[in-house]
């Protein structure tokens, strides 16, 4: 009779996240397939959890040296654990490729849900998460990672990526570059640990904080196009823009949300509201 793989949801920060079923688990696990055994041991202090199972390392320069092992102790019965250093395996993580092998064998794969810096830094973004995509980590070439930040200039739907420290200025520079300057985003550093930050401003404005120098662990979640809609004259942006006004938003607000919704340059839906006004008020 053949085992199972358990994919366990590892904390993004605070071990208090996990639920009991992870900590039964790892208990009870013939086989740990950790990404880092320091972590494992960590997690499991923390936890108070004491494990009896084979300990092997799982990471992206063994994994497919490892495959034969854990397929043959999942052949022979055995519950084995994969646990990445945090969230879920598989996602920008080792995983994909036991879960391949063992689905191909016909061996039982089931997970214990946990948390994903994907779903965490979309829900905490104040962007909208009704349609997103995930894009992993964007290319560590400059010349690559322009290139396919401007296949997606067009991309609707909300995007997650994930970036390291040291390139994120650069990865916010090119974004507005292909973006544009005024698309909102939102930058979730250390989500869960006691130096959790969630920055959220318009691309240009993010890349300028960005580069001062950023540490810890980053989520960048950007907002998709605009909706490309028919050319508005003037009385008609400056009415869209009283309507948000109407709504409570401030006029800063209001402008910012008419530039999003048509993708015009905001110094053009600004120069409405003044002609519209007889005044050359500042946005509140």
């Known amino acids: 009779m053949s085992g199972r793989l358990v994919l366990g949801g590892a904390p993004l920060g605070q071990p208090g996240d996990v639920?009991?079923?992870?900590?039964?688990?790892?208990?009870?696990?013939?086989?740990?397939a950790v990404e880092d055994t320091r972590r494992l041991h960590r997690l499991a202090s923390d936890l108070g959890v004491t494990f009896?199972?084979?300990?092997?390392?799982?990471?992206e320069s063994v994994e497919q040296a490892?495959?034969?092992?854990?397929?043959?102790?999942?052949?022979d019965g055995?519950?084995?654990?994969?646990?990445?250093?945090?969230?879920?395996p598989s996602v920008s993580d080792p995983g994909y490729t036991l879960v391949r092998a063992?689905?191909?064998a016909d061996v039982p794969v089931t997970s214990v849900p946990g948390p994903s810096a994907v779903t965490t830094a979309l829900a905490v973004s104040g962007l909208p998460v009704d349609r997103f995509c995930f894009e992993g980590f964007l290319p560590?070439?400059?010349?690559?990672?322009?290139?396919?930040?401007a296949g997606l200039a067009d991309e609707r739907r909300t995007m997650v990526f994930f970036e390291s420290p040291h390139r994120l200025a650069d990865a916010l520079t090119d974004a507005a570059a292909a973006f544009g300057a005024e698309r909102p985003a939102a930058v979730c550093r250390e989500l869960t640990k006691t130096y959790e930050e969630i920055r959220r401003g318009p691309?240009?404005?993010?890349?300028?904080?960005?580069?001062?120098?950023?540490?810890?662990?980053i989520t960048l979640v950007v907002a998709g196009a605009p909706e490309r809609v028919a050319m508005l004259d003037a009385g008609e942006l400056a009415a869209a823009v009283a309507a948000?006004?109407?709504a409570g938003a401030t006029r800063k607000d209001a402008i910012r949300a008419v530039v999003v919704r048509t993708g015009l340059p905001r110094r053009t839906v600004y120069d409405a509201v003044v002609a519209a006004k007889g005044d050359d008020l500042p946005p509140r």
């Open 19 to 32: 639920g009991p079923r992870l900590r039964e688990v790892m208990a009870s696990a013939d086989v740990l």
């Open 244 to 246: 948000e006004e109407a």
């Open 102 to 104: 063992a689905i191909e």
């Open 52 to 59: 009896t199972g084979r300990v092997v390392t799982f990471h």
């Open 66 to 75: 490892r495959l034969p092992g854990l397929l043959a102790a999942l052949a």
């Open 140 to 149: 560590r070439k400059g010349g690559e990672r322009r290139s396919l930040l």
């Open 78 to 88: 055995a519950t084995v654990l994969l646990l990445t250093d945090a969230g879920m």
């Open 203 to 217: 691309l240009a404005e993010l890349a300028a904080w960005a580069a001062d120098g950023v540490r810890g662990e």
